[in-house]
Structures are given as C-alpha cells and as structure tokens.
C-alpha cells in the first residue's frame, strides 16, 4: 500500500517549482531519486546473475523427492 506522504513545502530539483505532488507540474521531474543505494544495486546484481528467487526454493526439493507431486498440484 502506497503510503501517503506531504510534499508541501519542496521544490522541484530541476526547475524550482514547488511541488503539489509526485511529480512536478511544470518538467515531470519525480521526487524520488533515481540514485540508489549501494546494497539495492548489489541485490540487483546477484538476484539477475543467479537468478534465484524463493520459488525456486519451494520448486526444486519436490521435483526431486517426490515426483509427480508438482504435476498434480
Ligand atoms: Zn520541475
């Protein structure tokens, strides 16, 4: 669920405006950076090098031990 925060008071980083929401007005430029941090990044890269998410965790015991099992679920 979207949180809803006040932008009141800020102005946009590209042209100065004052922002009323998300984005500005006058160029689009968004409130939030673009910049992450440096742990999102190295997520980023191990989640696309390997490829591996929970799914896969819960997907490949039974394929394994119990076959068929997959297939009838
Ligand atoms: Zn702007």
Known sequence: MKSLVSHEGMRCA???TPLVGEFCH???QSVHSVLK???YMVEETVETVLHIDSRILHTLPPLFLRPGF???E
């Open 26 to 28: 006058e160029c689009g």
């Open 14 to 16: 590209n042209c100065d």
């Open 37 to 39: 941090p440096v742990y």
């Open 70 to 72: 997959l297939t009838l």
